[in-house]
T-cell receptor, first 115, second 109 residues
Framework: ETGVTQTPRHLVMGMTNKKSLKCEQH?????MYWYKQSAKKPLELMFV???????ENNSVPSRFSPECPNSSHLFLHLHTLQPEDSALYLC??????????????FGPGTRLTVL | RKEVEQDPGPFNVPEGATVAFNCTYS??????FFWYRQDCRKEPKLLMS???SGNEDGRFTAQLNRASQYISLLIRDSKLSDSATYLC??????????FGAGTTVTVRA
């Protein structure tokens, strides 16, 4: 299934590096999301974009910087991360924000390891 | 109190068995409810929505109890391919989903 794609699938970076995660959705959706999934913990919503506008920043540290140039693409720029930021980062999209029960479709995720 | 709580399991069941588990949610104003399935090292995928009247999809049955604020998932005639982590998901507002940490089910031959 290629509805939502993410690159890279795996990333190892040092605490001083700068890297970016990319997400692309081919579903014609208007809303996109970044989630963090740590081991044995629930998915944590990080950011929400609707029609390219950021509508939610869930108290995410500034070392994570999202960018949404259009409704199909979403980036997460990373800099000076900490080892505790190691996790699976999932991108998702949905048809619209604001629709009760709107289904979110997830990408395969980027497994990030911060050394 | 966590917004969504699940028994982490694991539930180890033989093929053909029935397995059921619940999820509780804290926000009585929650509007929509879902079960997602997540295979090991893969992304979550929608298994089914949960409707007030309860609903069935093949071997899977979901129930909602608003009074007690829980939803349930029952899997009949378990298959090896049912082995996964099942995530309980609650929609508390227009777009914000709250996820449980998941219930792991392992079906053995």
């Amino acid at each position: 299934e290629t509805g939502v794609t993410q690159t890279p699938r795996h990333l190892v970076m040092g605490m001083t590096n700068k890297k970016s995660l990319k997400c692309e959705q081919h579903l014609g959706h208007n809303a996109m999301y970044w989630y963090k999934q740590s081991a044995k913990k629930p998915l944590e919503l990080m950011f929400v974009y609707n029609f390219k506008e950021q509508t939610e920043n869930n108290s995410v540290p500034s070392r994570f910087s999202p960018e949404c140039p259009n409704s199909s693409h979403l980036f997460l720029h990373l800099h000076t991360l900490q080892p505790e930021d190691s996790a699976l980062y999932l991108c998702a999209s949905s048809q619209n924000r604001g629709q009760g029960g709107d289904t979110q479709y997830f990408g395969p995720g980027t497994r990030l390891t911060v050394l | 109190r966590k917004e969504v709580e699940q028994d982490p399991g694991p539930f180890n069941v033989p093929e053909g068995a029935t397995v059921a588990f619940n999820c509780t949610y804290s926000n009585s104003a929650s509007q929509s409810f879902f079960w997602y399935r997540q295979d090991c090292r893969k992304e979550p995928k929608l298994l089914m929505s949960v409707y007030s009247s309860g609903n069935e999809d093949g071997r899977f049955t979901a129930q909602l109890n608003r009074a007690s604020q829980y939803i349930s998932l029952l899997i009949r005639d378990s298959k090896l391919s049912d082995s996964a982590t099942y995530l309980c998901v609650v929609n508390n507002s227009d777009y914000k989903l709250s996820f449980g940490a998941g219930t792991t089910v392992t079906v053995r031959a």
